[in-house]
């Protein structure tokens, strides 16, 4: 079993980050809530300057329609750039160890046939992944990469992505406190990487540099193994990567093990730290919502929501890994204790289960133990917080995806009372209504449609389990995508061009729209007057409205997902568990 001390991690991990999102929230609205005819002075003209060189001498004055196509825009470049820049990886600098382009090393189809041909989907699959701050990983970081793609195009999209999620958020925010525009989503961007995330990464950095995580340029070292034998001991500028993956929802390692790897997470204090990093900015974010709109008691209300949720899941996880694995239960070779296998043994189930929940609940998707092998229970947590995808979720997606539930909520609790919805002082029309249904709607359809056709198809072959858990490592791959979250189930074999388009096919949908539509409703919504509130309009800054946001959300998660929960963990675990003796 795990020393007692061990259960104070879950504890620490919550508790750290809860009482730094306070400070930060206020810190965040101070730099970013930037009046109109203060942009540009003080510590604002820092990334004013920058948009200068973009050619602006003044910030935009965007409505929703001009801040969409602006991202969308941003993000089009960042994809056609990157994507050259990958694929020129053996003619640029910094690549010590010859490293060539990704793909060039083939794949293996359904058949167990070797192609050696170069696959540009794998490449797709990765712009794709990091533009769209998901960080899903078909190829092994430290094997594929030079130092330069590393830093010049993994960290900059793992900074430039979580700042346009911020800045959506931050636009919204605007709409739905009444302002007359926006704002300028080029200069929100500048902002965001100005003021949180790069400070914030670097403080995260020279804190795992002091726990012993590289920091260098200098090629692989060679060692001779205690049989004899050589080993290639890859390294790099590792604590740059990992700082900003764990700040900005991003996730994705610097070696392919991630966060297991003792380079990336050399001591129980890293892990700590990357486990607090993990959750701080989103928290955060809703305490700056509440400054923004001048209401900190209704965004009280969504963080104690998204909180509850991950509470329940952490305990979850947790409960289900001290169990032994069902695989090795009623073994006389194995000691009874819990389920060890995938895991760090100096982390053990209990962080190991606190990190499972934290990095699904929020869109990071980095691991720090091998999610297939958790117990079937403990492996629906992950799932299910990726479905839901409201639990913190991405920076500023987290809150994009809450105000469609809110919508909904408000929605149904006008119905119940029989009155025009309102929310914020504003009415709730048809419009607004269906956007946010919309967005709701189509997380699950790209998670079970995708899940759907892969199940039913050939495509299925590369699962290298059958049953249940071969269905649920499908579903987990679909679920990630669309969440935006970049974790998997990584007995799926999917660095092959079946996979890799559609699970990128998949990152595209389940980002943009999901940032596109609550950005249009908050825009409607600032277009209307302001109603008086009387003593029947719906309250949503008190305990009763946040049981009604709680309800809707997992009456429309259990509604969406339910069935493919029982079929996959669900029927794994009951297939699993060893039968009671007859008497």
Same mark, same amino acid.
């Given at each position: 079993?795990?020393?007692?001390?061990?259960?104070?991690?879950?504890?620490?991990?919550?508790?750290?980050?809860?009482?730094?999102?306070?400070?930060?929230?206020?810190?965040?609205?101070?730099?970013?809530?930037?009046?109109?005819?203060?942009?540009?002075?003080?510590?604002?003209?820092?990334?004013?300057?920058?948009?200068?060189?973009?050619?602006?001498?003044?910030?935009?004055?965007?409505?929703?329609?001009?801040?969409?196509?602006?991202?969308?825009?941003?993000?089009?470049?960042?994809?056609?750039?990157?994507?050259?820049?990958?694929?020129?990886?053996?003619?640029?600098?910094?690549?010590?160890?010859?490293?060539?382009?990704?793909?060039?090393?083939?794949?293996?189809?359904?058949?167990?046939?070797?192609?050696?041909?170069?696959?540009?989907?794998?490449?797709?699959?990765?712009?794709?992944?990091?533009?769209?701050?998901?960080?899903?990983?078909?190829?092994?970081?430290?094997?594929?990469?030079?130092?330069?793609?590393?830093?010049?195009?993994?960290?900059?999209?793992?900074?430039?992505?979580?700042?346009?999620?911020?800045?959506?958020?931050?636009?919204?925010?605007?709409?739905?406190?009444?302002?007359?525009?926006?704002?300028?989503?080029?200069?929100?961007?500048?902002?965001?990487?100005?003021?949180?995330?790069?400070?914030?990464?670097?403080?995260?950095?020279?804190?795992?540099?002091?726990?012993?995580?590289?920091?260098?340029?200098?090629?692989?070292?060679?060692?001779?193994?205690?049989?004899?034998?050589?080993?290639?001991?890859?390294?790099?500028?590792?604590?740059?990567?990992?700082?900003?993956?764990?700040?900005?929802?991003?996730?994705?390692?610097?070696?392919?093990?991630?966060?297991?790897?003792?380079?990336?997470?050399?001591?129980?204090?890293?892990?700590?730290?990357?486990?607090?990093?993990?959750?701080?900015?989103?928290?955060?974010?809703?305490?700056?919502?509440?400054?923004?709109?001048?209401?900190?008691?209704?965004?009280?209300?969504?963080?104690?929501?998204?909180?509850?949720?991950?509470?329940?899941?952490?305990?979850?996880?947790?409960?289900?890994?001290?169990?032994?694995?069902?695989?090795?239960?009623?073994? &006389?070779?194995?000691?009874? +204790?819990?389920?060890? /296998? *995938?895991?760090?043994?100096? #982390?053990? =189930?209990?962080?190991? !289960? $606190?990190?499972?929940?934290?990095?699904?609940?929020?869109?990071?998707?980095?691991?720090?133990?091998?999610?297939?092998?958790?117990?079937?229970?403990?492996?629906?947590?992950?799932?299910?917080?990726?479905?839901?995808?409201?639990?913190?979720?991405?920076?500023?997606?987290?809150?994009?995806?809450?105000?469609?539930?809110?919508?909904?909520?408000?929605?149904?609790?006008?119905?119940?009372?029989?009155?025009?919805?309102?929310?914020?002082?504003?009415?709730?029309?048809?419009?607004?209504?269906?956007?946010?249904?919309?967005?709701?709607?189509?997380?699950?359809?790209?998670?079970?449609?995708?899940?759907?056709?892969?199940?039913?198809?050939?495509?299925?072959?590369?699962?290298?389990?059958?049953?249940?858990?071969?269905?649920?490592?499908?579903?987990?791959?679909?679920?990630? &995508?669309?969440?935006?979250? +970049?974790?998997?189930? /990584? *007995?799926?074999?999917?660095? #092959?061009? =079946?996979?890799?388009? !559609? $699970?990128?096919?998949?990152?595209?949908?389940?980002?943009?729209?999901?940032?596109?539509?609550?950005?249009?409703?908050?825009?409607?919504?600032?277009?209307?007057?302001?109603?008086?509130?009387?003593?029947?309009?719906?309250?949503?800054?008190?305990?009763?409205?946040?049981?009604?946001?709680?309800?809707?959300?997992?009456?429309?998660?259990?509604?969406?997902?339910?069935?493919?929960?029982?079929?996959?963990?669900?029927?794994?675990?009951?297939?699993?568990?060893?039968?009671?003796?007859?008497?």
């Amino acid at each position: 079993m795990d020393s007692p001390l061990s259960w104070l991690h879950p504890v620490w991990a919550f508790a750290i980050p809860i009482a730094l999102s306070f400070p930060l929230g206020w810190l965040m609205w101070r730099r970013l809530d930037v009046p109109d005819d203060r942009a540009g002075r003080g510590p604002d003209a820092l990334p004013m300057g920058l948009l200068r060189l973009l050619g602006r001498r003044r910030p935009a004055e965007m409505g929703w329609k001009q801040y969409a196509i602006a991202m969308l825009l941003f993000n089009t470049a960042l994809f056609v750039m990157t994507f050259g820049l990958m694929y020129a990886q053996p003619y640029l600098p910094l690549n010590p160890d010859g490293k060539g382009p990704l793909g060039a090393g083939g794949y293996t189809d359904s058949a167990g046939v070797a192609h050696p041909d170069a696959d540009s989907g794998v490449v797709f699959n990765t712009i794709c992944s990091f533009v769209t701050n998901t960080n899903l990983q078909h190829y092994s970081g430290e094997q594929a990469f030079s130092y330069f793609t590393q830093l010049g195009v993994i960290v900059f999209l793992q900074l430039t992505t979580p700042a346009a999620g911020l800045a959506v958020m931050l636009a919204s925010l605007r709409g739905l406190r009444g302002d007359r525009h926006l704002g300028d989503f080029y200069l929100d961007e500048l902002r965001g990487l100005v003021f949180v995330l790069i400070p914030a990464s670097v403080v995260v950095a020279l804190l795992l540099v002091l726990n012993g995580t590289p920091m260098t340029f200098d090629g692989s070292v060679g060692a001779t193994t205690l049989e004899g034998g050589t080993q290639t001991i890859a390294r790099g500028p590792v604590a740059a990567e990992v700082a900003i993956k764990q700040l900005g929802t991003n996730g994705g390692g610097y070696f392919g093990p991630n966060s297991t790897h003792p380079y990336e997470n050399p001591t129980p204090w890293s892990n700590l730290i990357e486990v607090c990093s993990i959750v701080l900015i989103p928290m955060g974010s809703m305490v700056m919502a509440g400054l923004f709109l001048r209401n900190m008691w209704h965004a009280l209300v969504i963080y104690g929501v998204m909180l509850a949720l991950l509470i329940a899941g952490v305990v979850v996880a947790i409960n289900a890994e001290v169990e032994p694995s069902a695989a090795t239960a009623g073994l &006389a070779e194995v000691a009874v +204790g819990p389920n060890m /296998e *995938g895991k760090e043994v100096r #982390n053990g =189930p209990v962080a190991s !289960a $606190t990190w499972a929940a934290f990095t699904t609940a929020t869109s990071n998707g980095s691991v720090g133990g091998m999610h297939d092998s958790l117990n079937p229970l403990a492996g629906m947590v992950p799932m299910s917080l990726m479905m839901l995808n409201v639990v913190f979720s991405g920076i500023g997606a987290g809150f994009e995806n809450m105000l469609s539930y809110v919508i909904i909520a408000v929605f149904i609790a006008g119905l119940m009372v029989g009155r025009t919805p309102e929310y914020l002082g504003k009415k709730v029309e048809a419009r607004e209504v269906k956007l946010a249904m919309l967005a709701v709607l189509l997380h699950p359809l790209l998670i079970c449609g995708g899940t759907a056709l892969f199940a039913a198809t050939d495509w299925k072959a590369f699962c290298a389990n059958p049953g249940p858990h071969g269905f649920s490592e499908i579903v987990y791959e679909f679920s990630s &995508a669309a969440a935006n979250n +970049g974790s998997g189930f /990584e *007995g799926l074999a999917d660095n #092959n061009p =079946p996979w890799n388009i !559609a $699970t990128g096919v998949v990152l595209l949908m389940g980002r943009f729209p999901a940032l596109i539509f609550p950005l249009a409703i908050a825009g409607l919504l600032s277009q209307k007057k302001r109603v008086p509130e009387t003593t029947g309009t719906l309250r949503t800054d008190n305990l009763t409205f946040a049981f009604m946001l709680l309800g809707t959300v997992i009456l429309v998660g259990a509604l969406s997902f339910l069935p493919t929960i029982v079929l996959g963990p669900i029927a794994d675990h009951l297939t699993a568990a060893p039968l009671a003796p007859r008497g």
